[in-house]
């Protein structure tokens, strides 16, 4: 069964950081494009940041630039999202996502493989 487990959400005051982790499992971890998308309350499901294969590329949604930072390890089957600098506006539902296109391409579509079912990040002002 292929599953991605998110973990490491929770609340943390502006300014803040935390660090989201993703496990995979069922799949060939490595032959997947990984990132993050976010849905905040009211709004839609958006890009966060997304890894390839190899981590040779990393892409991020300009509101994230310079404060987030993706990373992946295939030994461990397991991605990463280092936040930092966190602000209120932040605050959404963290899903994890995996799909056999390109990360470039995460960043611009909507649909992918496999999600995850989200994990809760809060940040109070």
């Known amino acids: 069964q292929v599953q991605l487990v998110e973990s490491g959400g929770g609340l943390v005051q502006t300014g803040g950081s935390l660090r989201l982790s993703c496990a995979a499992s069922?799949?060939?971890?490595?032959?997947?494009?990984v990132g993050w998308f976010r849905q905040a309350p009211g709004k839609e499901r958006e890009f966060v940041a997304s890894?390839?294969?190899?981590?040779?590329?990393?892409f991020s949604s300009n509101s994230v630039k310079g404060r987030f930072t993706i990373s992946r390890d295939n030994t461990k089957n397991t991605v990463y999202l280092q936040m930092d600098s966190l602000k209120p506006e932040d605050t959404a539902v963290y899903y994890c996502?995996?799909?056999?296109?390109?990360?470039?391409?995460?960043?611009?579509?909507?649909?992918?493989?496999?999600w995850g079912k989200g994990t809760l990040v809060t940040v109070s002002s």
């Open positions: 996502a995996a799909d056999r296109g390109t990360a470039q391409a995460m960043s611009f579509r909507s649909t992918v493989d496999v």
């Open positions: 069922g799949l060939t971890f490595s032959t997947y494009a």
């Open positions: 890894i390839s294969r190899n981590s040779g590329s990393t």
